[in-house]
């Protein structure tokens, strides 16, 4: 698929939900030259989750918007209407903080698996009224693998989840689920694609626990010394926002993609050998180098694991993208360096709404 993509959105009614969040906005951005009929932005703005009017106020005569309480995925009675003329769905929306997960897992449980139980529910009601088509892309996490064997990296969606790290991953892969089983029983096409690690401009800077890269970027600029926990040694893979976005639309766009499940990673074979691409899979430690020469301020340091963490980390992590490249023609295209430098640069022009 080279980019007649494209054109797939051209006239289509599109709702986005999570639309004021790091995510949701970078898309609706990416989606107005494409031409839909209409962008529909719908976002409860629960504390601390990410929303942020700032992310759609250049774009907002473009979108229909509808945010507060009023909007959350578990109040059927608003949410159904928008469902009702939507064409595509991108449910983006929930909690992606492993920590904040782990603290309070009742929260991520009402966020991350009842609010969309409720959002598939609606779903359910539309078709059972005559709604003809609908597709929705849900958005996982690498974090639905739990701890992964290093035998097995790059780990790819054939792997079955061995050990949890936190409820976040448990909820988000229930939710998956449960997408794909009202997707068969209720007509909806459904696809699904487990992001890892991104990063890059309108993501929160005020929480550690959504993003490490972003949060090294932050303390980078502020002059403070990053904290390598156990030397920094592990590996990941991180992908860079428009990268992201690429991917979701291209799965939006392809009917090959009904029913599957996507990797967003690094590493794609290639005539049957793996190719590393965009050099975004790196270790902590050299990740938190690469920010402090980038942002020209801060330093860094190795402590030991902090036991309350230790349940959390997963050790090294990076994904096997093969099928995504196979079915839709994606890669990522922005190597982590320059991703870091466009992040960084646009804080030096934004600090003032995200810290």
Known sequence: MGE?????????????TGGAGFLGSALAHKLIPLKPAKIIIVDAMIPNLGGNLVNIRDIEENLVVYIGEDWDLRNEEKIKPLIEESDCIFNLAGNVSHIGSTENPLFDFELNL????????????????????????????????????QKHLPVDESYLIQEAT??????????EFFHFWYGS????????????NLYGPRHVMNDPGQGVLNWFIRQA???????????????????????AVDALLRIMASDKTNG???NLGSFIKKSGLYEHLGNNVMSVGKVAQLVVEIAGNGA???IPYPEDR??????????????????????????????????????????????
């Open 221 to 243: 600029m502020d002059g403070e010394t990053l904290e390598l926990w156990g030397g920094g040694e592990q590996l990941r893979d991180f992908n860079y926002v428009d990268d």
């Open 260 to 262: 599957e499940i996507y």
């Open 4 to 16: 007649e993509y494209r054109s797939f959105f051209e006239g289509k009614k599109i709702l986005i």
């Open 300 to 302: 860094f340091t190795s």
């Open 114 to 149: 009842r609010a969309h139980l409720h959002f598939l529910e609606s779903c359910k009601k539309c078709m059972q009224e005559g709604k003809e088509d609908l597709k929705i892309l849900y958005a996982g996490t690498r974090d639905q693998y739990g701890k992964v064997d």
């Open 310 to 355: 230790k349940p959390l980390e997963p050790g090294h992590f990076y994904a096997d993208a093969s099928k995504l490249y196979n079915d839709v023609g994606w890669e990522p295209k922005i190597p982590l360096a320059e991703g870091i430098r466009r992040t960084v640069e646009f804080y030096r022009d934004n600090k003032e709404h995200y810290w």
């Open 166 to 175: 936190d409820p976040q991953g448990i909820n988000k892969h229930a939710t």
């Open 185 to 196: 029983h209720f007509g909806i096409k459904i696809s699904s694609v487990r992001l890892t």
